[in-house]
């Protein structure tokens, strides 16, 4: 090797203007050849703004010196690629950001979806046959004990948490809009709590509420002092403080939804998902655009991939 041979460097890339930054390693054909990197997704960042060069250290041109200056540039972007927003690289070692692997699973869920391939070549009889079955046999995620499942969501949470992604990654306002929203669909179609005559939502009341003032949960567990401040407040500060203090008692009795198992509060969901389904499924619903009939879920499908707002339907059954 000559002063003049090509090199193998580890280098990053700044910018000027703004703090983002690059990592990358580069195996030269000429040497002290013009290269600034090879962004795919962040390449407007190179374009907007001035990309700046700085070479960390050089390796020998061979496969082993290779091989050590990408192991030096994972051990670089690892720490950071997920973390630090300023951060422009979205893979490394073959792993991709969680950014670019969300992208990219949401193609190939919408590719699936248009092919009718894997879950999606499934009826929802089907689908919900499948998972009663794994339920029945403990296998997949219900061959993990309900203590373990309460861990692994509890870390899972967390991560989210500290990336700010899935629900933590949303404002409480939107979450808010977002439950109005779902409420008024919920009511709009029937299912769920409006599932329920008006009768069988009071009797369902007058049960729990027996109940509540039996074990002293609820409204129950206030004093006739708190219940006082409750009222004067609007219900809203107090009202809180008592549901906190009600929720308390509920679970050290375990009463209530504390007094179900964790298998039968999977089974009363399934079931209870089953027939709002079959509910859902057999409405149709008419597209005020294109005049297009189907059920909502399939309905609202259609309005976004065409760009057509979902709000615009009524129900014809």
């Known amino acids: 090797m000559t002063s003049q041979s090509p090199r193998i460097y580890l280098y990053k890339i700044t910018f000027e203007e703004v703090p983002y930054y690059y990592y990358g390693v580069h195996k030269e054909r000429n040497y002290n050849e013009y290269y600034m990197g090879s962004p795919q997704t962040h390449k407007w960042v ?8 700085q070479i960390l250290q ?41 950014d670019v692997s969300r992208k990219n699973g949401q193609k190939t869920g919408r590719k699936m979806y248009e092919e009718k391939r894997g879950l999606f070549a499934l009826t929802p009889e089907e ?14 995620c219900f ?26 990654g949303r404002s ?14 919920t009511k709009e179609l029937g299912v769920g709590i409006f599932a329920l005559t008006k009768e069988e939502r009071i009797e369902i009341g007058k049960k729990s509420g027996k109940k509540s003032k039996e074990l002293g949960t609820g409204i129950f567990a206030l004093t006739k002092e708190e219940r006082k401040i409750i009222s004067s407040n609007g219900g809203k500060k107090g009202g809180s403080k008592g549901g906190k203090k009600g929720g308390r008692k509920t679970y050290e009795l375990g009463v209530g939804l504390y007094a179900i198992p964790p298998e039968e509060k999977v089974e009363i969901c399934r079931r209870g998902g089953k027939a709002a389904g079959k ?39």
């Open 46 to 53: 190179w374009d907007f703004y001035t990309p700046k060069k």
């Open 58 to 98: 050089f390796f020998n041109f061979t496969n082993e010196g290779w091989l050590e200056a990408l192991k030096i540039e994972e051990r670089l972007i690892r720490p950071v690629y997920n973390s630090d927003n300023w951060c422009l690289n979205e893979a490394y070692g073959g792993k991709f950001s969680i």
């Open 127 to 140: 689908r919900s046959e499948i998972g009663r079955k794994t339920f029945e046999k403990g296998i997949g």
């Open 143 to 168: 061959s993990v004990p309900p203590e373990e499942r309460t861990k692994i969501s509890s870390k899972v949470g967390k991560r989210n948490c500290e990336l700010g992604i899935g629900v933590s």
């Open 172 to 185: 409480k306002e939107k979450m808010t809009e977002d439950g109005k929203k779902g409420g008024a669909k």
């Open 279 to 317: 509910i859902t499924s057999s409405q149709k619903w008419k597209c005020l655009e294109t005049g297009f009939i189907t059920n909502p879920g399939n309905l609202t499908k259609y309005q976004r991939k065409r760009g057509i707002d979902t709000s615009k339907r009524v129900r014809v059954s």
